[in-house]
């Protein structure tokens, strides 16, 4: 995950990212920062699972100079996960791709 989306780390307790509990707590951080509403991230938690909700946000925030709405492109995301329509991986597959790392992971 972390390869994927480095700039989390930074949020992590400490400036570090080392457990899944690490990046939860930094999402909330990033959430914060992003302009979510609190009710927007419990509602991608329960969709999404809080480990999925708070990767979600990492990748998010990657890209946040090109999401318009970080909280309705958070809902929508919610609103696609809840009807089985959004998978996390090619998500993070697309930032892996964009961090130069996708022809690392064949074989």
Known sequence: MLKACPAIADYG???AIASWRD???????VRSMLGI???AYQDACEAMGPENAA???ACM?????MINSPGGYLRDLTRRSER???SLGPMVMAQLRANGMGDRLAG
């Open 13 to 15: 307790p400490g400036g």
């Open 23 to 29: 990046l939860m707590a930094a999402a909330v951080v």
């Open 84 to 86: 089985g329509e959004f």
């Open 55 to 57: 990767a979600t946000l």
């Open 37 to 39: 509403s609190p009710s």
């Open 61 to 65: 925030l990657e890209r946040a100079n």
